[in-house]
T-cell receptor, first 113, second 114 residues
Framework: KQEVTQIPAALSVPEGENLVLNCSFT??????LQWFRQDPGKGLTSLLL?????REQTSGRLNASLDKSSGRSTLYIAASQPGDSATYLC????????????FGQGTRLTINP | KAGVTQTPRYLIKTRGQQVTLSCSPI?????VSWYQQTPGQGLQFLFE???????NKGNFPGRFSGRQFSNSRSEMNVSTLELGDSALYLC?????????????FGPGTRLTVL
């Protein structure tokens, strides 16, 4: 059974800092991994989909990496801004039943102006 | 392209009642998944529909059911509501539900059971 852990659970930093969010998962039989952000009371917004063959994916100030063998993914946010404040969730995508995503509790990020 | 839409956005029901939630996927998407989000349990997978057939199911009691129509729109039904069913219900769509597909989530329906 897949279990996902995200560390830290909460993070508060001043604007402009570079930061790293961590995601670990117990079952490495995954195909891809997706990162999402969720604003309070809202749905999830897809940030990045990392395919296992890529190991890394970039979108603007975001960079995500995936190491299936160690069961880890990291999301790097460069030059953080107050608009980045949200909860960040990772979801490993299983080889079987691709839509049956398992989420961790997320990292609640606050960027202070 | 319009995103995933969910109706209604907010709902208040009392224990014992039943409720139906609706999800319209992105045009062209045939896979629709449903998730329940609560503060205690986080996000949990309910079920996935593809071409009007339930393809995957999570660990929820039979009071939770769903269906998908020929236009890919999906509905979720919860019967005999309990207080613990209060949650944000999210649906997500993708083109085919394949491992390479990105899932796109709707804004959710906030259900409160009194």
């Amino acid at each position: 059974k897949q279990e996902v852990t995200q560390i830290p659970a909460a993070l508060s930093v001043p604007e402009g800092e570079n930061l790293v969010l961590n995601c670990s998962f117990t079952d490495s039989a995954i195909y891809n991994l997706q990162w999402f952000r969720q604003d309070p009371g809202k749905g999830l917004t897809s940030l990045l989909l990392i395919q296992s063959s890529q190991r890394e994916q970039t979108s603007g100030r975001l960079n995500a990496s995936l190491d299936k063998s160690s069961g880890r993914s990291t999301l790097y946010i460069a030059a953080s801004q107050p608009g980045d404040s949200a909860t960040y969730l990772c979801a490993p995508i299983p080889i079987q039943g691709a839509q049956k995503l398992v989420f961790g509790q997320g990292t609640r990020l606050t960027i202070n102006p | 392209k319009a995103g995933v839409t969910q109706t209604p956005r907010y709902l208040i029901k009392t224990r014992g009642q039943q409720v139906t939630l609706s999800c319209s996927p992105i045009s062209g998407h045939r896979s629709v998944s449903w998730y329940q989000q609560t503060p205690g349990q986080g996000l949990q997978f309910l079920f996935e529909y593809f071409s009007e057939t339930q393809r995957n199911k999570g660990n929820f009691p039979g009071r939770f059911s769903g269906r998908q129509f020929s236009n890919s729109r999906s509905e979720m039904n919860v019967s005999t509501l309990e207080l613990g069913d209060s949650a944000l219900y999210l649906c997500a769509s993708s083109p085919s539900g394949a491992t390479i597909d990105t899932q796109y989530f709707g804004p959710g329906t906030r259900l409160t059971v009194l």
